[in-house]
């Protein structure tokens, strides 16, 4: 059948109309994902599995690590949509979140509320189930810090909310350990303090590269508020302060597997993080380009590589 305009519109035939249905429910769905922030919850798993591994000394059983993987990325993903509920408002002020789905209108507030709430009982139910109690509530415990500490308390009202907001971002370490054993001990929490450490050079990284956006939103991120000299030497401070923690895991885990191997590649791999983050104080301090998201990228794969790290010498 041909379509026939009404009022300048097209009419859908019958049968265009399981074709159109079809691409409004993926449209749907691919809204609801864009919701979570699937590019953070990655981030966030690269570090469960190392811890996973560094609990048990090796491969903890696949029905283990599918229910962690599938509950920490359900607990992410219900932080994410929360931000994303309560930054509706200043999300349609930056350029960076301006087509998010409750800007644009795909979703309504409501329907993300609701979606956020279904995700935290899913996510805090299959941990407790198949995990421990303990990960189960260290995942609650993160949704929670995220969603209220974070977003409401703190990300709006102070420069110091990517330094507090640091412990959900860094709550999978723990999660994934907790999962193993139900309990925690030092060598997760070395770890945690590593990814901690790490998040406040990766983000100050992306917020100076943002700088306007926070600035039109009147969020109070570092970039913003201080002067890019100061920006540079505390990205330096906290680059250093992660490397130096992440040199502790040898003798704090040293009766877990790890060795030679990893304490190598950390070093190494934290010559190059250091290095990068120099070379953005540099470039501040002599006026030249920024390129703050060279020292970003370089951060995201020093954390992919040191959780490689681990696990190949938990495995070896």
Known sequence: MRRHPVGGRPVTTLSER?????????ATIRAYVALTKPRIIELLLITTLPAMMLAVGGLPSWELLLATMAGGTLAAAAANVFNCWYDRDIDRLMHRTERRPLVT????????LVFGLVLTVLSVALLYVTTTPLAAV???GAIVYYAVVYT???????????????VPGAAPVLIGWAAVTGTLAWPAVVFFGVVFCWQLPHFWALAMRFRADYARADVPMLPVVASPLSVGRQTVVWTWSTVAVSLLLWPVAD???IGWVYTGAAAALGVWFI??????????????ETRPMQLF???????ALLSV?????VLV
């Not at 209108?105 to 329907?111: D, F, L, N, Q, V």
Request: net charge positive; glycine share 10%.
């Open 105 to 112: 209108g795909e979703i309504t507030p409501r329907a993300a």
């Open 275 to 288: 290095a990068e983050a120099h070379r953005l104080l540099r470039r501040i301090r002599s006026g030249a």
């Open 255 to 257: 009766g877990y597997g």
């Open 138 to 140: 260290l995942a609650l």
């Open 297 to 303: 990228h370089v951060s995201i794969s020093y954390m």
């Open 309 to 313: 790290a681990i696990i190949v010498d």
């Open 152 to 166: 409401v308390v703190l990300k709006r009202h102070t420069r110091h909310s990517t330094l507090f907001g640091g």
């Open 18 to 26: 399981p074709a159109v249905q079809g691409r409004r429910l993926s």
